[in-house]
């Protein structure tokens, strides 16, 4: 007998148009967690431009530099924040693209590296959507580095080597009965960013190369934020299909 087709996957598109402040930013997608977990929502993508922020790994706030790194980012007018993610310090701001991608599963733990990959490719797709040259994978010297960012590089040459930017960082939260999967896309205005995590990395005593920090328009100037949103929701397309809801209902 002929099994049911499986119900096609759904995700509802939240546009955010302005930051709640960037503390308010991250703990708004752990107060959805809790909720699509419970069923009180359903499987969603949330897009949003954060403030400027440094968000800090936990093991960054254990070495002696941190208090002089979280002065150093007020002083870049970066707010300094600790995540509850592993990693080491990131920084982003309004020319950043931030999407957290929240679905229940009964068993979140166990899929957690396949997400990383599955989603690091889908990202990465995007970007190439763009016009950008993207790929999945660790460059030498990144900041916060991690097995499945997202880099972008120039054409190299014979006389010329490759230039490799992280674009892209990923980060994850599961619990039982649902899992939150965070992107950052450093889409324009990498100066202040660079700026800051140099500062940052420092005053913690960490070694990374600064050549390796950089915006997709760096690589592609044409490329804003509205472009990459629009890749973005082009190649989720294809992983689900995408309903719009209004960011305001998701506040009551």
């Known amino acids: 007998m002929q099994q049911p087709a499986a119900a096609p996957r ?40 954060p403030a400027p922020t440094v968000a800090f790994g936990q093991r960054d706030t254990h070495l002696p530099g941190f208090d002089a790194a979280a002065r ?26 931030v999407i957290d991608h929240l679905e229940p599963h009964a068993d979140a733990i166990a899929g957690a590296k396949g997400r990383f990959s599955l989603f690091g490719e889908l ?75 140099e500062a940052s990395y420092a005053a913690l005593g960490l070694d990374w190369d600064p050549a390796t920090a950089g915006a997709v328009n760096d690589l592609v100037p044409h490329l804003d934020v509205d472009a990459i949103e629009a890749a973005v929701l082009g190649a989720y397309g294809r992983y689900a299909a995408l309903d719009y809801g209004d960011f305001g209902s998701l506040r009551v």
């Open 10 to 49: 759904t995700l509802t598109v939240y546009r955010q148009e302005h930051s709640l402040g960037a503390a308010e930013d991250l703990d708004f997608a752990l107060g959805l967690l809790q909720r699509v977990k419970t069923g009180a929502v359903g499987p969603l993508l949330r897009l949003y431009r």
């Open 123 to 197: 990202l990465a797709q995007a970007l190439r959507d763009a016009g950008v040259e993207a790929a999945v994978g660790e460059i030498p010297g990144e900041y916060c580095p991690g097995e499945f960012s997202v880099h972008g590089s120039t054409p190299g040459t014979s006389s010329t080597p490759a230039q490799l930017l992280k674009l892209i960082g990923t980060a994850q939260r599961v619990v039982s009965g649902g899992w939150l999967f965070s992107s950052v896309i450093i889409v324009e205005n990498s100066a202040p960013i660079k700026a800051v995590l």
């Open 72 to 97: 150093a980012c007020r002083e870049l007018g970066f707010e300094p924040l600790v995540r509850k993610a592993g990693g080491r310090a990131a920084g982003y701001h309004e020319g950043t693209l």
